[in-house]
């Protein structure tokens, strides 16, 4: 259905159905099915990120955007933009998400760090991540000031997030890189479940606490950095998806892990299709919409908390 919807109306069943027209097949197999790929991908990858960064933090508004993990990874993307390294030819496609994963994972590490110090844990995350989205924007703006007009138009589209470079070569190098690290977190959905019982529970049922948050840490950064790698910043995903999902089935990691995967693929494929066909023949950055429908959320959430502690 989503390959279907477009500024061109054109199905599979049409195709077949009519003389051969080589440009409608382009269209098809070159631009729409690669795209709808890339949003099942990505959808899939950010709301795992989310559901991890939740288990681990152990904090209901852990998210990649709201603390500036997102951020961090187009920062790194952008460095390597504006001052490309000399890689090898086999790492090239590879680039961008080299960088992406370095930036997300010191975020990712420093907003660790300061979960673990004192007291008003919900409060510090929020703050931090506005103090790093900022740091983060500035840094943004000065390689913004410093770029050409080729990479000014790079620095506009991620910081939207868009899928409309979506290609075959894109497909395959990010389904290399989220597949696995998604799949990864499906076999520590256990070790995430007992976490949550608390550092010292945990340690005394047999898990190695510190190994296995580092390493859920590392799987959280790689599908960040691997997401704006190929599309920009599109948030929300990760927080909206797990928080449904989560009075849906419950907070079993075993079923919340896989859930959110399909629920985030649905969710950036309902929305990347909303983003082609709403004011066709032109295009909406996904990332809009996305924000339009997770901004309200998030401000249910902290609505819902506050009157939670009046109570």
Avoid at 48 to 77: E, H, K, W, Y
Avoid at 103 to 116: E, K, T, W
Avoid at 148 to 159: A, E, G, I, Y
């Amino acid at each position: 259905m989503a390959a279907n919807s477009g500024a061109v109306s054109l199905s599979i069943t049409t195709l077949l159905h009519q003389p051969f027209d080589r440009q409608l097949w382009q269209i098809w197999l070159t631009i729409r099915l690669p795209r709808v790929l890339l949003a099942v991908i990505v959808g899939c990858g950010l709301a795992c990120s989310g559901t991890v960064m939740q288990g681990v933090f152990r904090n209901p508004l852990a998210d990649p955007g709201l603390l500036g993990i997102s951020s961090g990874a187009a920062l790194f993307v952008a460095l390597m933009i504006v001052f490309p390294f000399s890689l090898p030819n086999f790492l090239m496609l590879y680039s961008q998400m080299l960088g992406a994963f370095c930036g997300s994972l010191a975020i990712s590490f420093i907003v660790f760090l300061l979960s673990r110090m004192g007291h008003n844990g919900l409060s510090r995350l929020l703050l931090a991540g506005i103090a790093i989205n900022a740091i983060c924007g500035a840094a943004v703006g000065v390689l913004t000031y410093l770029s050409n007009d080729s990479q000014l138009r790079q620095f506009s589209l991620w910081s939207m997030g868009t899928l409309g470079q979506a290609q075959w070569p894109t497909v395959t190098v990010a389904a290399s890189v989220i597949v696995p690290a998604s799949i990864a977190t499906q076999f520590l959905a256990r070790k995430l479940n007992l976490l949550q019982l608390g550092d010292e529970d945990a340690h005394y049922l047999g898990v190695n606490v510190r190994q296995t948050q580092r390493i859920l840490l590392l799987l959280s950064a790689l599908l960040v950095g691997a997401c704006v790698a190929v599309c920009g910043i599109i948030g929300f995903i990760g927080l909206v998806i797990p928080h449904l999902l989560r009075m849906q089935i419950g907070a079993d990691h075993r079923w919340l892990l896989p859930g959110s995967a399909l629920g985030g693929a649905c969710l950036l494929l309902l929305a990347d299709t909303l983003a082609r066909t709403l004011v066709a023949p032109a295009e909406m950055p996904v990332g809009l919409l996305t924000a339009l429908l997770g901004g309200p959320y998030f401000l249910w959430l902290i609505l819902c908390a506050g009157g939670q502690r009046r109570d």
